[in-house]
């Protein structure tokens, strides 16, 4: 059955109860807003859209791993700012010809990565129309902690990373390389695969590194020097990354990487969509466990070979590696732009 | 210029100077997420999202016109839970070729809405895509206040109404009867046709109900006879309008409908997107000054005429006029059905 075929009331009685309530949730979806609690006093909200063909292939991805995906870029985001994700609003656009079984699909993999971590799916409209188009916004709570940004970081603090880096890139090369049917070969190395479909991201690692102190956070959604750039410039700083730190990365993706005839340091460092959480340390802190150094902040470059400015910053002279630009090609992907 | 000779950084640094801040917005666009004042330790939030070709024609509004309607829509839904709009988010979809002032307006036209409201555009997204897409979500306060439902209408409620009626139904019927272009007729009656493109819904009026003890309440978005469908459904009852008290609000419509050989009493029954405020009260109440009475709660109709579960339910049985089925084609309209 295809969605043309129903009503929106008669979709959206399909795909309710597959949303979880999550444990914040005062009044659900169903009237013409929810209520979630904010025990803070404040909340934190953060949005993302989704396109077919931008941003995820059917062919390569079920409605559960657009649903996952959907929910986990931005539940990221939350964590990224320290905060702990509570609730989250979906709006679809769905052409007429989409399998009914995809759109619930996309609603078991929204409570798949929602579910465990008591988040509430709490809202969400649907509408006919070209493309599907998935429309994410989360909410979170701080807990009494300063919001990490991106412009605490200084001179002297180390960078670290929790999480996958480059692992989503690689998924997605295995794809590419062994095409887009089901009824091609098997993928092999499924874990790469997965990662590219469910990013996991450590979500409690947010919070626990506010805690401990992070100076600037941010999630990895478009690559390690294309984020980290982001980090440098707000805050006023320089970031020198570390080959022997991100060596252990490298060599996760290695094998993949010669298989494809891909370089696995560039996938590591400007593979996006992993979701991983960078931060900030002043030196001598004590970084939560799930975090590894990867690198050290240093003082603001010498601007004369900065980008002017409303050009596109690409971080090129604010992140090294190991003391000198990085050897990679382009520094992260534009969701928007035409390339 | 259009939006794809553009970056994503470029296309925000342009919108994000447009954008209200915002009384409650603590951090504000820039960083993984904002930060938002939720004085009340609850949040209200709804979403909506709007698609080129479905919820508007670029002819027949401009950037601004859409901007205004996807933040004013929401901020509707905020006022018929009782509480007062803070904050919203929006992600655009934007094919290459829509021109940079187009989405510019946008930002203009959500700051318009916004502005003079107290409320901040807190956040947002955009992706390049084949159509346009505008997905709003929508944050508030309730100030101490309980939210108000659409399940509590008892039989004996009055059923009062603030805002207009019909006249978004009047004002594109005028576009579609003069055309389109900009090259043809003057459009008269601009007053319907900017309550079309410019829904200023009475968004006030929802605490002060509240505050006066509505016992449900919503926004009229699909037309009074299908939302009060929905309230009636909710609340187990039955809803019985009164031409008498409609009669004002027909009256209003007479011209401009025998200009379009159209029925007035039908665009007061079932024109949508006008966004006021239905809400019921016990009898006796003092309801505020902005609403006026429309019609009484009854008992819950006799069963046996509604449509089986997970069919369309088009709240006919459930809503009367004088005690009828009221005499009008259709019920109010499905955003997502092919219809």
Redesign the interface.
Same mark, same amino acid.
């Given at each position: 059955m295809r969605v *043309?075929g $129903? /009503?929106?009331?008669?979709?959206l009685?399909r795909i309710l109860p597959r949303l979880p309530a999550g444990t914040d949730t005062?009044?659900g979806p169903?009237?013409?807003?929810?209520?979630?609690?904010?025990?803070?006093?404040?909340?934190?909200?953060?949005?993302?859209?989704?396109?077919e063909?931008?941003?995820f292939v059917r062919a390569w991805s079920s409605g559960a791993d657009v649903g996952w995906r959907a929910a986990m870029q931005n539940l990221?985001?939350?964590a990224?700012?320290g905060?702990r994700p509570t609730?989250l609003?979906?709006?679809?656009?769905l052409p007429?010809d989409v399998e009914v079984d995809w759109v619930l699909g996309v609603a078991d993999g929204l409570a798949q990565a929602c579910g465990p971590h008591g988040v509430g799916v709490?809202? *969400?409209? $649907? /509408?006919?129309?070209?493309?599907i188009?998935a429309?994410v916004?989360?909410?979170?709570d701080?807990a009494g902690r300063a919001?990490v940004?991106?412009s605490g970081a200084r001179p002297g603090d180390v960078v670290v990373h929790s999480g996958l880096l480059g692992h989503s890139a690689a998924g997605l090369a295995l794809l590419r390389a062994h095409g887009p049917t089901a009824a091609g070969p098997p993928v092999p190395d499924a874990d790469f695969v997965r990662a590219f479909r469910r990013p996991d991201p450590p979500l409690t690692d947010g919070p626990a590194a506010a805690d401990a102190g992070a100076t600037a956070?941010?999630?990895v959604s478009d690559g390690l020097l294309k984020d980290l750039g982001r980090i440098a410039r707000?805050s006023g700083v320089s970031v020198d990354l570390s080959s022997r730190d991100l060596g252990p990365a490298v060599d996760e993706l290695d094998v993949v990487a010669q298989a494809c005839e891909a370089s696995a340091l560039g996938w590591v460092l400007t593979g996006g969509e992993d979701h991983g959480l960078v931060a900030t340390f002043p030196p001598g802190a004590a970084y939560p466990a799930g975090f590894r150094r990867i690198g050290v902040i240093g003082p603001a470059p010498d601007r004369s070979g900065e980008q002017a400015e409303?050009?596109?910053?690409d971080g090129g002279t604010r992140v090294t590696l190991d003391g000198e630009p990085p050897a990679v090609g382009g520094s992260g992907w534009?969701?928007?732009?035409?390339s």
């Open positions: *043309g $129903l /009503s929106e009331e008669q979709l009685a005062l009044l169903g009237d013409d807003a929810a209520v979630v609690r904010a025990p803070d006093g404040r909340f934190v909200v953060s949005t993302d859209v989704l396109v063909g931008r941003h990221a985001d939350v990224a700012m905060a609730s609003t979906v709006s679809l656009v007429d709490v809202g *969400g409209d $649907l /509408s006919g129309g070209p493309a188009v429309a916004t989360v909410h979170g701080l919001p940004r991106r956070m941010m999630d707000a409303g050009t596109v910053p534009d969701h928007f732009g035409s």
